[in-house]
């Protein structure tokens, strides 16, 4: 059975840093890229990044480049999402997804299994 599930969500103050945890399950993470996604109240799930199966590739949203690192360990079936200099409009629910590895974009409908998702909340 495919699981995604997210932790590391919280509150943090603006600048400050989080860092995200995708564990995975039922599936070889040799096959399957990893991207993450997020969502904020009132707007649609968009791409924040996304990492190639065995983690030679990494691509990133410009609203997060040079902020964000994407990492994986796929002996350990983790995926990392390292935040730093945080910021209000980063608030969402973050979602992590696999698809399988013949292309690294946002295309939502690339993805066919999605975490439950974590929160992150930026606010002084």
């Known amino acids: 059975q495919v699981r995604l599930v997210e932790s590391g969500g919280g509150l943090v103050q603006p600048g400050g840093s989080l860092r995200l945890s995708c564990a995975a399950s039922?599936?070889?993470?040799?096959?399957?890229?990893i991207a993450w996604f997020r969502q904020a109240p009132g707007k649609e799930r968009e791409g924040v990044s996304c990492?190639?199966?065995?983690?030679?590739?990494?691509y990133y949203a410009d609203s997060v480049k040079a902020r964000f690192t994407i990492s994986r360990d796929n002996a350990k079936k983790m995926v990392y999402l390292q935040m730093n200099s945080l910021k209000p409009e980063d608030t969402a629910v973050y979602f992590c997804?696999?698809?399988?590895?013949?292309?690294?974009?946002?295309?939502?409908?690339?993805?066919?299994?999605w975490g439950q998702g974590t929160q992150v909340t930026v606010s002084s």
């Open positions: 997804a696999r698809r399988r590895a013949l292309g690294l974009d946002f295309r939502r409908s690339e993805y066919d299994y």
């Open positions: 990492i190639s199966s065995r983690g030679a590739s990494t």
């Open positions: 039922g599936f070889s993470m040799d096959y399957y890229n």
